[in-house]
């Protein structure tokens, strides 16, 4: 069972469309963090959030922590081509930090 | 170098050999981890090591894995017996106390 659940695993979309993908658990966490991954490459981090109900935005790509610190969403508006990848959650758990499984997004011109 | 550097960045070897996958992190990053990710897949925890502390190796799917830090630098993940399943792409990161992790390009492994 995976500590933490991101839905949907796969999303294709048309350049312009707006995106939400998420982050769920049962567990409540200090902090969580959002990376994404480019193909041959490493994730690079994105936002960390460690507040609960916290909203943090970078340009196009809106981040919140719910209130209860058990999930996280991130929203895509107007997705360009250059925001396909592969989007991590990642929270820390047991003293190392934890990943799901991802959501693969590809947006197409 | 100002990343995290893996080598080598691909590797292809036959079932049954050993494998060494060597990581150099960020100069004075005291936590270095290492993950292992399949095609298409998210990040599978292996092991982790900070600072002088003994490492965390919790992550590590079976006694074939072993890792080691020398010097607090410089790592090496060891596939001992190579299986077919082994057949991923090897990611290390690095990181200054609880800070955001860095990650290499990874070694993508292939096991024939």
């Known amino acids: 069972t995976q500590l933490l659940e991101q839905s949907p695993q796969f999303l294709s979309i048309q350049e312009g469309e707006n995106l939400t993908v998420y982050c769920n658990s049962s567990s409540v966490f200090s902090s969580l963090q959002w990376y994404r991954q480019e193909p041959g490459e490493g994730p690079v981090l994105l936002v960390t959030v460690v507040t609960g109900g916290e909203v943090k935005k970078l340009k196009r790509l809106t981040f919140q922590f719910g209130d209860a610190r058990k999930d996280s969403s991130l929203h895509i508006t107007a997705a360009q081509p250059g925001d396909t990848g592969l989007y991590l959650c990642?929270?820390?758990?047991?003293?190392?930090?934890?990943f799901g499984a991802g959501t693969q997004v590809v947006v197409t011109p | 170098g100002a990343g995290v550097s893996q080598s080598p960045s691909n590797k292809v070897t036959e079932k049954g050999k050993d494998v060494e996958l060597r990581c150099d992190p960020i100069s004075g990053h005291t936590a270095l981890y290492w993950y292992r990710q399949s095609l298409g897949q998210g990040l599978e925890f292996l092991i982790y090591?900070?600072?002088?502390?003994?490492?965390?190796k919790s992550g590590l799917p079976s006694d074939r894995f072993s890792a080691e830090r020398t010097g607090g630098s410089v790592s090496t993940l060891t596939i001992q017996r190579t299986q077919q399943e082994d057949s991923a792409v090897y990611l290390c990161?690095?990181?200054?106390?609880?800070?955001?992790?860095?990650f290499g390009n990874g070694t993508r492994l292939t096991v024939t």
């Open positions: 990642a929270a820390p758990s047991w003293g190392k930090l934890q």
């Open positions: 090591f900070q600072g002088n502390s003994a490492p965390d």
């Open positions: 990161a690095s990181s200054f106390r609880n800070s955001p992790l860095h």
